[in-house]
Nanobody, 123 residues
């Protein structure tokens, strides 16, 4: 399995922005899809965004228009640009790899996960 390490989380006020990065230990092959998930205290892990082998994207309704997922295979990195952050976005954010060209909204479809980075949005 590829090793994934997230970074870029932190504390931000509502309405602010953060950019999360997910760095892979090896090259992220263009044939694989990547996803971002989050888990807040007392809640199940939920899908945030996914990106396909050819950079088609999929977003959860609660982040559409606010977040942007992108990938740079040459830099072995996937990004999540988070804008207009809300307190309800507070969670640990994980990136994940799926050995399929298109992302899934189901966490069980991914075979490699990062350790997560904390995002806290204050009101």
């Amino acid at each position: 399995q590829v090793q994934l390490v997230e970074s870029g989380g932190g504390l931000v006020q509502a309405g602010g922005s953060l950019r999360l990065s997910c760095a892979a230990s090896g090259r992220i092959f263009s044939s694989y899809s990547m996803g971002w998930f989050r888990q807040a205290p007392g809640k199940e892990r939920e899908f945030v965004a996914g990106i396909s082998w050819n950079s088609n994207t999929d977003y959860a309704d609660f982040v559409k228009g606010r977040f942007i997922i992108s990938r740079d295979n040459a830099k072995n990195t996937v990004y999540l640009q988070m804008n207009s952050l809300k307190p309800e976005d507070t969670a640990v954010y994980h990136c994940a790899r799926r050995r399929f060209g298109n992302p899934s909204r189901a966490a069980g479809e991914y075979d490699s996960w990062g350790q997560g980075t904390q995002v806290t949005v204050s009101s």
